[in-house]
C-alpha cells in the first residue's frame, strides 16, 4: 500500500491537468486563504472591541459554541439553503465558503480577545495618562501586546480550515477532498491515502510558514510565556517615553 501512495503521488499523470494534484492543492489553499481573509475581517474588529471595551464577552463565548456544531451536518443545510439561490460554481463556492467562515471565526476571535484582555491594565493607564486616545492606545498598545496571541488564533484557523475544507467536495467543492470523497465512492483507496497524506503536509507546511512570520514579526520579550516581562518592558517604555516627552 505504502508502494503504491508512493508511485501515485510520483507519477506525471496524478499532477498533470486542470485535475491533478498540483490544481487541486492551488484550489484547496484558494478556498482555505478565502475562508481565512473573511473570518478575519469579522473576527480581528470584533475581538479587538469586545477586548478593548469588555463588553459583550458573551460574543466570544457563542462563537466558541459552534466548534460543536457537526461540520458536515451545517455543511449540508447551508448548501440545502444557498445552492439553489446561485447559478453555475458559486452555487457549490458560496455554501462552502460561509460554512469555513463560521468554523474559524471562533480561533481567531478567541485568540484576538485573550490577547487584548492581557495586556496589563497598567500598560493602559500609562498610555491612556500620556494623553492617548480610545483608538490610538488600541492601535500602538493593545494590538502589539496581543500580537502573539493573535498570531495563534490565525495558525489554529488555518489549521483547521486547511482540514474542514476536505469535506466541502461533499457538496461538489474542489480542492484535494475530491481524493478522499472520489476515492472513497470508486473503492479507490490509493488515492484516497495518498490525498489524506498530501492534506497533512499541506497544513504542516502551511503553519511551518506562518511560525516563521510570527517569528519574523513579533518581538522575542513579546513571545508566548515572556508575557509578564513583556509587559513589564511594555509599560517601563511608556513611562520612560512619558518622562522623556515631559
Known sequence: MIASIFEWLTS?????????????????LWYSLLAVVIAAFIAIPLGLWVGHTGRAKWLVTLANSLR?????????????WLSPKFQSDLAFLIPSVVVLVVLVIPPILSGVYAGVEAVDPATRDAARGMGMRGMEVVRQVEIPNALPLILSGLRSAFLQVI????VAA???????????????????YVSTAGGALVVSVLALIVDGILALVQRAVVSPGLKVGSQRA???????????????AR
Open 12 to 28: 506525471s499523470a496524478t499532477w498533470s491537468g486542470d485535475t491533478g494534484l498540483g490544481a487541486r492543492i492551488v484550489q484547496h
Open 68 to 80: 460543536a456544531v457537526p461540520t458536515l451536518g451545517l455543511l449540508f443545510a447551508v448548501a440545502l
Open 163 to 166: 482540514a474542514t475544507a476536505t
Open 230 to 244: 513583556a509587559k513589564t518592558r511594555s509599560l517601563g517604555a511608556l513611562l520612560d517615553r512619558s518622562f522623556v
Open 170 to 188: 461533499y457538496v461538489g467543492l474542489g480542492g484535494l477532498g475530491r481524493y478522499l470523497v472520489d476515492g472513497i465512492k470508486t473503492g479507490d
